[in-house]
């Protein structure tokens, strides 16, 4: 049995720990206000992220596991942002002075569904009530098919420097498949008028392991990106998981790559990176020399939370909108997922805790040590005899892997191999106590390869 074969198991992305699936559920707004306070205290000073989830778009990119609402009613925007700035509110009236802000990150959903002029409005208001870091990185996701120039030039002018633009891949057949459609001439376009904005970094999104995907199908894709020189690449694994995304249920297990074609699809792809010059910095992600995520990496400043990988480390992160997620550190809140009853809860000057958690010392730890994996490819238990204790307890599941030159542990100090890094998934996942201690029954996570 190959590595791919043998490691292809249900397992988290770990944007957070414990996972979503494994929330206890007894965060409510008492509990959060607490939280929050205490967090901002503590950070206020370094300054907090804005994570602002804005959900609709015009059409189902099927493939999509994100909370979105599918909709051609632009009258939608203004009632949104005004419970957005009215749940901004009631975080601003716990603080009692002014925050200050590092980090804005637009997603979605789509972003760019929202005009230009509305999106000025938004975050006009956060910042007239908050003050912006000297240092300070704000972006956004858009859709190449409705970036317009004056989205790009009204967002440079409140201080966004980066843009992503989800491309997934070029390929009719697959886009036909996944209802996701752009041409190269399109994103071509949007980035030419992104530089010459002022924008400092442009991200595109790339999935591997979509329906009807071959090795030179996504070769072809990511040799017409790579002439387009984006200065950061996500390269995703597609999650199958229609028993959550009904969407996905347009096409079968049988039109998608197989775990050995798909690894395929990830080597062809990581081959054709890296051979274009840009450095492999993480699970999924490539960046150019220069790219500040890269050089964060290199730093050993690289930061992961429900973004995804980023440049900062903030002590607090405020989601707004339906879906956003918040997180304090010591705990994690959830907004209600569905629109009209994230807005009613608002109205009513409650915050919209949908779930959440609040960690204990326990998760607290294995969260610092799931997060130096994902964003070091290694962890010191040196430190504390409860890190010690957390090795020597997951001794057994690292064992295999350990074998399989996945890792290599030199007293308490566990670091990646070259190839374990395509397995960082697997291996985050032996130190998951919670996963192990109630594994799930039915299927909850997609798989590795």
């Known amino acids: 049995m190959n590595l791919v074969e043998k490691y292809n198991v249900p397992a988290p992305r770990y944007t957070s720990y414990p996972t979503v699936p494994y929330w206890d559920g007894q965060v409510d707004e008492a509990v959060w206000t607490q939280q929050l306070k205490h967090a901002f205290a ?68 789509t972003p760019t569904f929202f005009s230009p002029e509305n999106l000025q409005d938004l975050i006009r208001s956060i910042l007239n009530r908050a003050e912006l870091a000297p240092v300070h990185d704000l972006s956004f996701e858009g859709h190449p098919g409705n970036t317009t120039a004056r989205h790009l030039e009204v967002l440079y002018g409140l201080g966004f420097k980066r843009v992503s633009f989800g ?53 072809q894709t990511i040799e017409q990106i790579i002439t387009l020189r984006p200065d950061r690449i996500a390269f995703y694994s597609y999650a199958h998981v229609p028993w959550l995304k009904p969407g996905q249920r347009n096409y079968t297990d049988k039109d998608l790559p197989l775990a050995d074609e798909k690894r395929r699809l990830y080597e062809t792809g990581k081959t054709l990176f890296t051979q274009a010059g840009y450095s492999d910095i993480g699970m999924d992600h490539f960046a150019l020399p220069g790219d500040e995520l890269l050089t964060a990496f290199r730093n050993g400043r690289l930061h992961r939370n429900f973004m995804g990988y980023t440049a900062n480390s903030t002590g607090l992160l405020i989601g707004l909108g339906c879906s956003a997620i918040s997180d304090s550190w010591s705990a994690f809140s959830q907004n209600i997922k569905t629109v009209e009853a994230y807005r009613e809860a608002v109205s009513q000057g409650k915050f919209p805790i949908h779930k959440g958690h609040a960690l204990n010392d326990e998760d607290l730890l294995i969260r610092q040590h799931i997060l130096d994996l994902m964003c070091r490819h290694e962890s010191d238990f040196s430190k504390t005899p409860q890190s010690r204790l957390l090795l020597d307890e997951c001794r057994l599941r690292l064992d295999e892997m350990l074998a399989d030159d996945l890792i290599r542990i030199s007293g308490y100090t566990l670091s990646l191999s070259g190839q374990g890094k395509d397995f960082l998934r697997n291996i985050c996942l032996a130190f998951d106590k919670r996963y192990w201690e109630k594994q799930p029954v039915q299927a909850t996570f997609s798989t590795t390869a």
């Open 42 to 109: 503590t950070h206020h000073k370094d300054g907090i992220s804005l994570y602002i989830h804005l959900p609709f778009c015009e059409s189902l990119c099927t493939y999509c596991a994100c909370n979105t609402r599918i909709t051609v009613n632009h009258a939608v925007e203004r009632p949104y942002i005004e419970t957005l700035l009215q749940e901004w509110d009631l975080y601003l009236r716990q603080f009692g002075t002014k925050p200050l802000i590092r980090e804005i990150h637009l997603g979605g959903g």
């Open 167 to 219: 491309i997934q891949d070029f390929d009719i057949r697959v886009q036909e498949a996944i209802n996701r459609y752009q041409t190269v001439e399109e994103v071509k376009l949007v980035m030419e008028q992104a530089r010459r904005a002022g924008y400092t970094s442009i991200n595109v999104d790339l999935v591997y392991g979509l329906p009807y995907q071959t090795v030179a199908s996504v070769r």
